[in-house]
């Protein structure tokens, strides 16, 4: 029942209801996430959501083959862990990239960014997302790119704080990398 009321606070907190809310009522960790992800050069768009999803979630969304909305989500890792762990969030930031040479710089950036994370031990990976090349007789090819940033923010209890104070550390980690390789983009 806790992580129940966790969860509940949390989609409340990370605007995942149908309600449009504006960015200053979101928490101040989410609003400096999402300014650390734009502030990359190249980098266009940016949402950041909250996901949480149990073993028996899983099944239900291997039954339906993830259609809709939940094809965005990392599946393969879902499915390997059979869902969230306790006390654990799927913090997805999703963005969009210029199609230029400073969009592929944001971009491999941001991987090398996530890398160097999970490579120290945080659960953090990029992924990319695009839609079938056409729908229809409509060209989607070239025109649905966009990628996420899945932080899995494992808490040892179900504390909205802690999982807000990880997503600052990643705000922060993120805004510092940049400060020390601004000048890559130039």
């Not at 190249?42 to 099944?59: F, I, L, P, Q």
């Amino acid at each position: 029942m806790r992580l129940l009321t966790l969860f509940a606070t949390f989609a409340i907190a990370l605007m995942i209801l149908p309600v449009k809310i504006s960015a200053n009522e979101l928490p101040p960790q989410i609003i400096a996430l999402s300014e650390a992800i734009s502030s990359v050069p190249g980098v266009t768009t940016k949402d950041v959501r909250k996901y949480w999803y149990s073993a028996s979630d899983v099944s239900e969304l291997n039954a339906i083959s993830w259609a809709g909305e939940y094809a965005d989500l990392p599946i393969s890792s879902l499915r390997r862990s059979d869902g969230n762990h306790d006390n654990e969030v799927l913090i997805a930031a999703y963005f969009t990239i210029e199609k230029s040479a400073s969009g592929l710089k944001g971009l491999e950036f941001l991987s090398w960014w996530v890398r160097y994370l999970s490579r120290s031990g945080q659960n953090i990976q990029v992924r990319s997302i695009g839609l079938p090349p056409m729908a229809g007789t409509e060209i989607q090819l070239g025109n649905t790119l966009r990628f996420s940033i899945d932080m899995f923010v494992e808490t040892k209890d179900p504390d909205i704080e802690q999982v807000l104070s990880q997503i600052e550390v990643y705000a922060e980690s993120l805004a510092s990398s940049y400060d020390v390789y601004s000048a890559a983009f130039e």
